[in-house]
């Protein structure tokens, strides 16, 4: 387990927890779409809705530092195929006994889980707001581990799944005593009793340590990120973005290429290498590999010259010669 993170005796944190890339693409997206779009605030109200799932499972690591002094293995955002389609879990939590996976939500309110229809409902400022069931979701993972652990020849181990509300002024309610949300659903701060909980249940343990050791490997060989076209999934053609160097002091838009440097008209800031977030922008939005046509209108640059120099001073990889020649970013 050399190549992986150690974080205290007795867990190791297999897949740290990083901003996840589709999330650095709605960022991306968003300042670089005018605010006027039809689109606009829908990709606003998405990244605040990553980010804060974000921020819930980041903070959800203070509870997991909690955890008894037994051998856990930790996995982040893993994303898994299971022949048909990829699934993600929040996190995954490996133990010699069982394997525990949460889907964490950071959501403000009064959640009312809704038996009946199988919804939750959160109500905040007098306003109710329809989300998906994540009972329904954390179960499905539980499903879809369970084949792929088949599938991929592993022992049978238990799996248990919990959703765990992260927010601690949250307000849970329930239309049923159902005893599947007060099982499911817990509190961040419940988390260390309820993993006492399947400690007791499952005394035993089911994978050797070295079958733990495969298990980790294979897990993270299998790992796929979600890398979605961000465009595409919105419906927005290159067209209507914003093209240009941003300024990075007020963030103005766009630079001008003047005697080497970039200048803001607005407010005369001068920098060497702010198109480097441009070109960032572009890989993230529009394509790895760009050509100097392509960088021109998106840089707001004239010259081609210019652009060349550009792509030498990075350093840049290419393929293709003069005019039909493109560069490859690799951020």
């Keep these: 387990m050399a190549n992986f993170l150690v974080e205290g005796d007795d867990k190791l944190i297999v897949k740290k927890l990083e901003i996840p890339l589709h999330v650095k693409k709605l960022e991306t997206l968003l300042k670089r779409l005018p605010e006027q779009h039809l689109n606009y605030q829908v990709v606003k109200d998405h990244l605040a809705r990553q980010i804060a799932g974000y921020n819930g499972e980041k903070d959800l690591g203070y509870y997991l530092n909690f955890l008894p002094d037994e051998k856990y293995f930790i996995f982040h955002d893993l994303r ?33 889980f809704d038996s009946n229809f199988d919804q939750l409902i959160r109500t905040i400022n007098e306003k109710d707001e329809r989300f998906k069931n994540p009972i329904l979701q954390v179960k499905q993972h539980q499903r879809q581990l369970k084949d792929w652990l088949i599938t991929h020849k592993i022992p049978s181990v238990p799996i248990e799944a919990l959703v765990v509300i992260q927010n601690p002024r949250t307000i849970l309610k329930a239309t049923s005593n159902h005893p599947a949300i007060s099982q499911k659903v817990i509190h961040s701060e419940n988390l260390q009793t309820r993993i006492s909980t399947f400690e007791n249940r499952y005394p035993n343990e089911v994978l050797t340590d070295k079958e733990i050791r495969k298990l980790t490997r294979l897990l993270m060989k299998k790992h796929t990120p979600n890398d979605p076209n961000i465009l595409q999934q919105y419906n927005i053609s290159e067209k209507e973005l914003l093209k240009g160097v941003h300024c990075p002091k007020c963030s103005s838009l766009p630079m001008k290429k003047i005697h080497g440097k ?14 480097i977030p441009a070109l960032k922008d572009y890989c993230f939005l529009i394509s ?38 493109k560069y490859f970013l690799t951020f």
């Design 80 to 112: 898994l195929f299971n022949g048909k389609n990829f699934f993600q879990m929040d996190i995954q939590i490996l133990s010699p006994r069982f394997i525990l996976i949460l889907e964490v939500k950071n959501i403000s309110g009064i959640l009312l």
């Design 262 to 275: 970039w200048l803001c008209p607005v407010c005369q800031h001068t920098s060497n290498n702010a198109h």
């Design 288 to 325: 790895s590999s760009i050509t100097n046509k392509d960088a021109r209108d998106f840089l707001q640059v004239a010259s081609g010259s210019v652009v060349k120099r550009i792509f030498h001073s990075m350093n840049l990889q290419y393929e293709g010669e003069l005019k039909t020649r």
